[in-house]
Structures are given as structure tokens and as C-alpha cells.
């Protein structure tokens, strides 16, 4: 399956808000891959989704400590482990994989990878990838892509679709 749904963002708290509705419907093992420019707002995702799952300290940006982890007290489907990373330079993407991201996630955690088109290779079967854009005309807007390919989330689309509806603008359900 390949699905996405093209939501649309006015300010970084409806980003944030978007990213916790979207945190609602995750389970343990879940990758998601933020990709977009520098500001297009994977933190700011981040942040959303880490309060969403009643993480009280401020999720910020990993970038010079490649990837940081969140202990989760109460989290949806059982996640006791939030893993952000940011792979913003090539090079860190060994690094990461490296790291067991993956094996960390198996055991009940969900990961975050900022840059996310690059870390596609090594964590990307069944990832849901958001991809973050800026608008040229209102420093404030975004739009959203969010997509899903292969079988990890075909149970769950339905329900992501409805709880992302007050961003959507428009949704497709490919082959
Ligand atoms: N709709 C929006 N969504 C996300 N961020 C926004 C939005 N509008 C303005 N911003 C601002 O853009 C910046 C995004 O920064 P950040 O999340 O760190 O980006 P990235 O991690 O992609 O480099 C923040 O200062 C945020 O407040
Ligand atoms: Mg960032």
C-alpha cells in the first residue's frame, strides 16, 4: 500500500498539534521520517509529538548529540521510549544505525529521525515518513505530507485519517 494525506499547518502550535494526533495512533516500533529544509519544523513536530506522550521535558533539537532518548511513563499502545535523531549530515547516518536505533525501537520505543529522506535506506521499510514544506508567501503556513508504504500502518490508516482530518486538504490511497 502507499497512502499519504496532504495536510495543511497556519502556525507551529497546529504543527505541534497535528504531530500529537499523529502520536495517538502510534504503537511501539514505529519509525516516522521528518524530512524538509532547515525551519521547515521537524522539531517543532517533535516537540508536539514528545508532549503527546506526557514527555515534561522539552524535546529540542538533537543536533549535536545525534540522538536522544525520552523515557515515557503512560504512553499510547505501550511506548516507553521516545528515540529522536537527526541525521543532518551524511556521515551520521552509520552512526545511527550504529546505534541499534532500530533494536531500540523493536523494544517498545518509536523513533524520530529529522532529515529523514536520507535515513530512508537504512530505517525506512514501513516508516511513516512527514515531509515538512514552507510556503513562499506566509512564514507561518506549512504543508504536510504524511505517507505510508508497506504494511505497517494499513491497519491503522483509517483511523489516522480521521484524527488528521482538521489538517487535511486533500488524501489518496495509491496501490
Ligand atoms: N506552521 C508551522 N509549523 C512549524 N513551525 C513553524 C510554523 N510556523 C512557524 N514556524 C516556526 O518555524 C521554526 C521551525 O523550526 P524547527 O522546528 O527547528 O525546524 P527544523 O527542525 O525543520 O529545522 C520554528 O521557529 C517555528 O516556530
Ligand atoms: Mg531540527
Redesign the pocket.
Known amino acids: 500500500m502507499t497512502a499519504t494525506l496532504e495536510l495543511a499547518?497556519?502556525?507551529?502550535?497546529?504543527?505541534?498539534a497535528l504531530a500529537a494526533a499523529v502520536a495517538t495512533r502510534c504503537v511501539p516500533g514505529d519509525v516516522l521520517l521528518?524530512s524538509?529544509?532547515?525551519?521547515?519544523?521537524?522539531?517543532?513536530?517533535?516537540?508536539g509529538f514528545g508532549r503527546a506522550l506526557g514527555i515534561d521535558e522539552p524535546v529540542t533539537?538533537p543536533t549535536f548529540t545525534l540522538v536522544r532518548q525520552y523515557e515515557v511513563a503512560a504512553g499510547p499502545g505501550g511506548i516507553r521510549v521516545l528515540l529522536h535523531a537527526?541525521v543532518y549530515r551524511l556521515e551520521h547516518l552509520a552512526e545511527v544505525a550504529d546505534l541499534g536505533l532500530g533494536q531500540l525501537v523493536e523494544d517498545a520505543g518509536v523513533a524520530l529521525v529529522?532529515w529523514g529522506e536520507a535515513a530512508e535506506p537504512v530505517l525506512g521499510a514501513g516508516a511513516l515518513r512527514v515531509r515538512?514544506k514552507?510556503d513562499p508567501d506566509d512564514?507561518?503556513?506549512?504543508t504536510?505530507a504524511v505517507s505510508a508504504e508497506g504494511t505497517a500502518w494499513v491497519g491503522r490508516w483509517a483511523e489516522l485519517e480521521v484524527v488528521l482530518a482538521p489538517w487535511t486538504t486533500s488524501g489518496r490511497a495509491g496501490s
Open positions: 499547518s497556519d502556525s507551529a502550535e497546529s504543527t505541534q521528518l524538509g529544509d532547515l525551519g521547515a519544523g521537524k522539531t517543532t513536530f517533535a516537540q533539537s537527526d529529522e515538512l514552507a512564514d507561518d503556513r506549512r504536510v
